[in-house]
């Protein structure tokens, strides 16, 4: 396998993915990632078995080829070269190559086959929406999530879609956040998953505010997100969520409207001499 990019285009890349390498892993192979070659397409793969994420750069020639290569060290190499650089890289055997201007790195590598894959995934269900609106969903939520609660099912966000909405549901028994997206999806019947803590917040450093189209699909035990640079993919929390419905206040008689930024002021000021965790 041999190819070679622009500094920056293999940054940018690695970045997309780096988020699932662990930096303490049971597997040795779980620190690497796996590189796949074409002709005029490379992937880069991660994976902690949880979640996996997989970027995709076009190249104009390269020799086939698959590899594993240390993700940490190939991310700082990168990361120390300067700008505008380009990075040749070829792998023989156990070792690979990394060259750039008058530095030359040599990397050990472990067998392709050895690296675990979430290979086809079924997906039972698929919609589509907008990259923005996906990440308003998980930036209004994903706060209330619990964090390692005995309660596995609250250790994690629910996406609940609908044929006439996409909603997204947290909460750590304490407290509860919604979000809704009102759309029209080709479904005919309610699909709720419930995404884990570590693909929420991953999922959350990917999104950005722009208007292209994600596409949502759904499995009996994975969710695949496909976005503009990057395949998402998450194991789910087999459990069952709470009904949150019967908890939400419906026909309140005593309604207070306040100025938005009066009171995020007062609460900031009041939670100054308060010592919980989440500041109350």
Do not use: W
């Given at each position: 396998m041999k190819f070679s990019l622009t500094r920056d285009t293999l940054l940018t890349a690695l970045q997309n993915i780096i988020g699932a390498v662990e930096r303490r892993q049971t597997m040795p192979i779980l620190g690497f990632i796996l590189?796949?070659?074409?002709?005029?397409?490379?992937?880069?793969?991660?994976t902690d078995l949880e979640v996996e994420?997989?970027?995709?750069?076009?190249?104009?020639?390269?020799?086939?080829?698959?590899?594993?290569?240390?993700a940490r060290k190939l991310f700082d190499i990168c990361k120390a070269l300067p700008e505008g650089a380009d990075i040749s890289l070829s792998v023989e055997g156990e070792r690979a190559m990394v060259v750039s201007g008058r530095s030359r790195f040599t990397l050990t590598t472990f067998p392709a086959s050895d690296f675990p894959l979430f290979e086809d995934v079924p997906v039972n269900r698929e919609i589509d929406i907008s990259e923005r609106e996906l990440k308003r969903l998980i930036d209004r939520t994903a706060f209330a999530m619990a964090n390692q609660d005995v309660r596995y099912y609250l250790n994690g966000l629910l996406l609940e879609?609908?044929?006439?909405?996409?909603?997204?549901?947290?909460?750590?028994?304490?407290?509860?956040?919604?979000?809704?997206?009102?759309?029209?999806?080709?479904?005919?019947?309610?699909?709720?998953?419930?995404?884990?803590?570590?693909?929420?917040?991953?999922?959350?450093?990917?999104?950005?505010?722009?208007?292209?189209?994600?596409?949502?699909?759904?499995?009996?035990?994975?969710?695949?997100?496909?976005?503009?640079?990057?395949?998402?993919?998450?194991?789910?929390?087999?459990?069952?969520?709470?009904?949150?419905?019967?908890?939400?206040?419906?026909?309140?008689?005593?309604?207070?409207?306040?100025?938005?930024?009066?009171?995020?002021?007062?609460?900031?000021?009041?939670?100054?001499?308060?010592?919980?965790?989440?500041?109350?």
């Open positions: 590189i796949n070659c074409d002709e005029k397409r490379i992937t880069f793969t991660a994420l997989q970027s995709a750069q076009e190249i104009m020639a390269a020799e086939r080829g698959m590899s594993t290569l240390p879609a609908t044929a006439t909405h996409l909603r997204a549901v947290a909460t750590d028994g304490h407290r509860l956040s919604l979000a809704e997206f009102s759309s029209e999806f080709d479904l005919s019947e309610t699909l709720q998953v419930i995404v884990p803590r570590k693909g929420v917040m991953e999922l959350a450093r990917l999104l950005e505010s722009t208007d292209g189209l994600v596409r949502l699909g759904f499995g009996s035990s994975h969710l695949r997100i496909k976005l503009p640079r990057v395949r998402f993919t998450t194991k789910l929390i087999d459990g069952r969520f709470p009904d949150y419905g019967r908890v939400i206040p419906e026909n309140g008689d005593k309604i207070v409207k306040v100025g938005r930024e009066n009171l995020r002021q007062a609460l900031q000021r009041a939670s100054i001499l308060s010592n919980e965790k989440y500041r109350g």
